[in-house]
C-alpha cells in the first residue's frame, strides 16, 4: 500500500520541471518543538515542518510513531508548507491508528508545475497526554518528492521526545517517577528547609498554582498520596 501511494505521489509531480538543488545539505524534516514537557490529561500540538534548504518540493510524506501508552492522537491537520505560493494541494493519506501507535501523512501540489522552496509546517498534530512517562516521536518512510517527479535524496530528519509528568511528582529529581508517593513529600520538605540543596521541579512543585512553594503545597500533595494510596 505504501508503495502504490508514493509512486502516485510521483505520478502527480510529473508535470513539473527538473529542478537543481542550491543547497549545501538535503532538506530537513522536524518535529518541532524537538523536546516537551506536559502534565498527564493536557493535550498538546507539534508540527511537521519542512526547511528545503533550497530544493522545489512539490510532494511530501512521512509515518511518524509514538507510545500508545502515553499518548493519544486527537487530531492531524493539514498546513500550509505546500499551499505557501497560493497554489493549490490534496492531502493523499491522513490517518493515525492509536492501537499501534502510528500516524501517516501524504500531500502534493496540483495545477502548478512549480515546487515550494520556503520553510514551513506540512502538518500539525494534536495528541492527548493519556498518562505519565515518556514518548519518542519518530519520524519514519519520509519522502519528499521534487518537481520532476523523483525522491531528494539526502533529506534529513530531527525527532522528538514528549515527557507525561504529574503534578506533585518530584522524586527522583527532576522529573519523578510517575508515582506520587511519601517520598515527593519529603523532597518538597527539604526543597522548602534548603532550596539549593534539594532542588525540585518548581513546574510541579506549585500544586496549589498560587506561584509560591510553600507549606500549602505540602499539605495538598499529602492529600493527594493519600488519595493513591
Known sequence: MREILTTFIVALCSI???SVSTALGGPIVSVDPPDLNGLKGETFTVNITIDPQGEAIYGAQYDLYFDPAV??????????FLTQDGASSIEIVNTFNNTIGRLEYSETRIGT?????????????T???TNCGSSDLTLSNVILANTSAQPISGV?????TVHGLI???LAPYPDGNCVLNMGDVIRLLNYIHDEEKYPVNEYLADLNLDGEIDVDDVMLLLSYVGEEE
Do not use: C, E, H, Y
Not at 71 to 80: A, Y
Not at 156 to 160: A, G, P
Open 71 to 80: 499518548l493519544q492522537v486527537v487530531s492531524q491537520t493539514k498546513g500550509d
Open 127 to 129: 495528541f492527548n497526554l
Open 167 to 169: 503534578r506533585g511528582d
Open 16 to 18: 513539473g520541471v527538473l
Open 113 to 125: 508545475s512549480d515546487g515550494v522552496t520556503g520553510a514551513g509546517v506540512l502538518a500539525m498534530i
Open 156 to 160: 534529513r530528519l530531527n525527532n522528538s
